[in-house]
């Protein structure tokens, strides 16, 4: 056989974690590395929380699946806890975020189908946005490296440039259904939009009985430092979708709407086998024990805030390479002069740092929600170290 038994469709490297141990990741080697990248946001109770780990080894002890053909009381719970933790009335729990996404925008055209608005399906996105790997996600983002070799899309989606207000408007027409953002961009370098945009859009929503979703599997649960993006933003949405940090590592996703906005998701109208399965309800109740308080909260929005002065104290050292810090909680992203890949990479194979490339020449830091401040240092320390070796390419 030429190809491998594992289909090759990511370019992996040659770290293989077999371990972990709170913030930190153990390579097969026995090497220990400092994980600030979670999982891509993912693990935001570190590799071994405790109430995590049991929470899920009991229920695997009790029932792990059923069907969703049969009442779910662990179903209810979770869905009870959210909807009094957000805006939202109801959720559908899916297995992934781009499951999630593609639920809120079945649930965006469902509304308009359901109240007579036949032609509106149409949804307006912006450019550089990552919304899942799925033909109905891929269709939403303008990414042509995740377009190549699946077209044609799928139709309904016009691309608008972040935060470009008049662009959105001179997009909007007799087919939009509504508006699809996250409410920071995360692959596409952790850009945060201005208040009044998101605002203005709220408004135009509003006035046109469109739907607002926001896509907030990446900045959801805690990790900017509210339970979700929104609320810093004076903005609620109709729809949101929500999953990675949701499960702490178990696969979860969900999608949350208002009454109004859910008015077409009617019995049949959508499905999952394995969406809201007992082992997933346990790990979600876990997390939210863990992080849905304001003691949690503020200590994210504390640590984030120390490690944003040290950053931007740090940078200053390196002016050609570190641009700018960005970002809210602990959804951080490091703007480069440079290329962010090899810079990436460098510091994950000489300095055992983990940390995740984005787009607008940017690296993603994403640590555990549960670091502290010995893990600032120690980031800091092999930061230090790894723009210390790194030979900057020489401009052509």
Excluded: W
Excluded at 357 to 375: C, F, N, W, Y
Aim: hydrophobic share 40%; with cysteine.
């Amino acid at each position: 056989m030429s190809i491998s038994p594992l289909m090759p469709v990511y370019p992996r490297c040659g770290f293989r974690p077999v371990r972990g141990e709170h913030c930190h990741l153990i390579g097969e080697d026995g090497r220990r590395y400092l994980d600030f990248a979670s999982g891509i946001a993912v693990n935001l109770l570190g590799h071994s929380h405790e109430g995590l780990i049991s929470a899920i080894q009991q229920q695997a002890a009790t029932l792990m699946h059923v069907s969703n053909l049969y009442g779910s009381p662990q179903q209810e719970r979770v869905a009870e806890r959210l909807v009094a933790a957000t805006f939202a009335d109801t959720v559908f729990f899916t297995n992934s975020g781009a499951e999630a996404v593609e639920c809120a925008i079945k649930t965006a055209r469902a509304y308009h189908q359901h109240v007579g608005n036949l032609d509106k399906y149409e949804l307006i996105t912006f450019k550089e946005a990552f919304h899942g790997r799925t033909l109905g996600t891929i269709s939403a983002s303008n990414q042509e490296k995740m377009h190549k070799g699946f077209l044609p899309l799928l139709p309904g989606f016009k691309y608008v440039d972040f935060g470009d207000l008049e662009g959105v408007k001179a997009a909007m027409g007799p087919n939009t259904a509504g508006f699809l953002i996250e409410p920071i961009q995360g692959e596409g370098g952790i850009r945060v939009p201005s208040d009044a945009f998101l605002q203005a859009l709220r408004q135009l929503a509003d006035d046109n009985d469109l739907m607002l979703i926001f896509d907030e599997v990446q900045t959801g649960v805690a990790r900017t430092g509210t339970m979700y993006a929104y609320e810093q933003f004076g903005v609620i949405p109709d729809i949101v979708a929500t999953a990675k940090g949701l499960g702490g590592g178990f696969p979860l996703g969900a999608c949350l709407a208002t009454e109004k906005a859910a008015r077409g998701m009617v019995a049949g109208a959508h499905g999952s086998t394995y969406g809201g399965n007992p082992l997933a309800m346990a790990a979600a109740n876990a997390v939210l024990d863990a992080v849905a308080n304001e003691e949690f909260l503020a200590h994210v929005n504390d640590i984030g805030a120390k490690l944003v002065g040290r950053l931007e104290q740090f940078i200053g050292n390196y002016p050609e390479m570190f641009d700018s810090v960005r970002g809210r909680g602990l959804l951080l992203g490091l703007k480069l002069k440079i290329e962010p890949r090899p810079f990436v990479a460098h510091m994950r194979d000489n300095h055992q740092l983990l940390t995740v490339s984005a787009g607008d020449q940017t690296v993603r830091i994403l640590p555990p929600l549960v670091i502290d401040e010995s893990h600032i240092d120690e980031f800091m320390d092999k930061l230090s170290a790894a723009a210390a070796s790194y030979s900057v390419p020489e401009v052509a």
